[in-house]
């Protein structure tokens, strides 16, 4: 019995499996669908099929570059438990995970997955059907970022936040001091949670309506109509200050914003340094987790 990539498309949505694995279990089953998902229950493939459906909210993000700071990604690896997040095998494959994206410079998450995994003659999908056996819980390769430029990452509290700051510069990029300025600027953006680059990265629609809420709070306070546009600057450039990196107080010494501490480790180093972008993943961010009844598991349980 022949089958189709759509048979092998249906297998790996009923079982959750990977679509290697599901094309190898039709080709031992002649094609048969449920002879191929016992093939995959026997290879014990649909116990991560079942892992597959508990929500993964914990996990990683992490940040790595290369030696000389010149490529570098930012990803989030989710596990089911914060207690799997401080496994140092799920770490490590966390970290083959990054790697092997600077190497491949795959697309997106499923072009990652179809890659062989760094220092190993596995793909990563089958690298990680193999850490959810042995884990034993959902593991699941969220999202990436893949920069070629300078760049600088940094990763907070063991993994809950993960940055890579980018830039445009003539220094040595390996050196100790760009290192120690880049993640300067990371810690930052992990604290504050920065929106934006600078004040030219604001999107108009979202300057228009925080000057909307400005101008209404004016009026609000009885303010003058004469004098509001001219507070209304003022808001405006404190708008700017507290949600633009590049104009924000450098925490470290909040005589000085990020630009002019940049510029100043620049001048130290004889070159030129310009923030370029930066990328902030949180673990779970926008994941809806779930919340378990306890009360309402103990009445079933009574029924």
Same mark, same amino acid.
């Not at 449920?34 to 993000?61: N, P, T, V």
């Not at 179809?114 to 793909?123: E, R």
């Not at 930052?188 to 925080?210: C, F, G, M, R, W």
């Not at 480790?265 to 306890?294: C, H, M, P, S």
């Given at each position: 019995?022949?089958?189709?990539?759509?048979?092998?498309?249906?297998?790996?949505?009923?079982?959750?499996?990977?679509?290697?694995?599901?094309?190898?279990?039709?080709?031992?089953?002649?094609?048969?669908?449920?002879?191929?998902?016992?093939?995959?229950?026997?290879?014990?493939?649909?116990?991560?099929? *079942?892992?597959?459906?508990?929500?993964? /909210?914990?996990?990683?993000?992490?940040? !790595?570059?290369?030696?000389?700071?010149? +490529?570098? %990604?930012?990803?989030?690896?989710?596990?089911?438990?914060?207690?799997?997040?401080?496994?140092?095998?799920?770490?490590?494959?966390?970290?083959?995970?990054?790697?092997?994206?600077?190497?491949?410079?795959?697309?997106?998450?499923?072009?990652?997955?179809?890659?062989?995994?760094?220092?190993?003659?596995?793909?990563?999908?089958?690298?990680?059907?193999?850490?959810?056996?042995?884990?034993?819980?959902?593991?699941?390769?969220?999202?990436?970022?893949?920069?070629?430029?300078?760049?600088?990452?940094?990763?907070?509290?063991?993994?809950?936040?993960?940055?890579?700051?980018?830039?445009?510069?003539?220094?040595?990029?390996?050196?100790?001091?760009?290192?120690?300025?880049? *993640?300067?600027?990371?810690?930052?953006? /992990?604290?504050?949670?920065?929106?934006? !680059?600078?004040?030219?990265?604001?999107? +108009?629609? %979202?300057?228009?309506?925080?000057?909307?809420?400005?101008?209404?709070?004016?009026?609000?306070?009885?303010?003058?109509?004469?004098?509001?546009?001219?507070?209304?600057?003022?808001?405006?450039?404190?708008?700017?200050?507290?949600?633009?990196?590049?104009?924000?107080?450098?925490?470290?010494?909040?005589?000085?914003?990020?630009?002019?501490?940049?510029?100043?480790?620049?001048?130290?180093?004889?070159?030129?340094?310009?923030?370029?972008?930066?990328?902030?993943?949180?673990?779970?961010?926008?994941?809806?987790?779930?919340?378990?009844?306890?009360?309402?598991?103990?009445?079933?349980?009574?029924?």
């Amino acid at each position: 019995m022949s089958f189709t990539a759509q048979d092998v498309k249906a297998l790996r949505e009923k079982t959750g499996c990977g679509m290697m694995d599901c094309k190898k279990a039709l080709t031992e089953a002649n094609g048969d669908m449920d002879a191929a998902i016992d093939f995959l229950r026997e290879q014990g493939l649909a116990k991560q099929a *079942k892992k597959a459906s508990r929500i993964a /909210a914990e996990g990683i993000a992490f940040a !790595l570059t290369n030696d000389t700071n010149t +490529a570098g %990604v930012v990803i989030e690896v989710n596990s089911e438990t914060d207690f799997v997040a401080k496994n140092v095998d799920f770490q490590n494959f966390v970290k083959t995970c990054a790697l092997t994206v600077i190497e491949n410079a795959p697309a997106d998450v499923e072009a990652l997955k179809a890659c062989t995994a760094s220092g190993t003659d596995m793909t990563v999908e089958a690298l990680l059907q193999e850490k959810v056996l042995t884990i034993g819980e959902n593991l699941q390769i969220r999202r990436f970022e893949r920069f070629d430029s300078a760049c600088v990452g940094y990763v907070h509290a063991g993994g809950k936040i993960g940055v890579m700051v980018t830039f445009d510069t003539d220094v040595d990029t390996a050196s100790d001091a760009f290192v120690a300025c880049g *993640k300067d600027v990371a810690m930052q953006i /992990a604290a504050l949670n920065t929106p934006y !680059l600078n004040k030219e990265s604001v999107p +108009a629609d %979202v300057l228009e309506h925080e000057k909307k809420i400005m101008r209404e709070q004016l009026i609000n306070e009885g303010k003058p109509e004469a004098i509001i546009e001219k507070i209304l600057g003022g808001k405006v450039a404190k708008y700017y200050k507290e949600n633009c990196l590049v104009d924000q107080e450098f925490v470290k010494n909040n005589d000085v914003n990020i630009k002019q501490y940049v510029d100043s480790v620049a001048k130290e180093l004889g070159g030129n340094i310009t923030i370029t972008g930066f990328v902030r993943y949180e673990k779970g961010e926008g994941i809806e987790k779930r919340q378990d009844d306890f009360a309402a598991e103990v009445a079933s349980m009574v029924k």
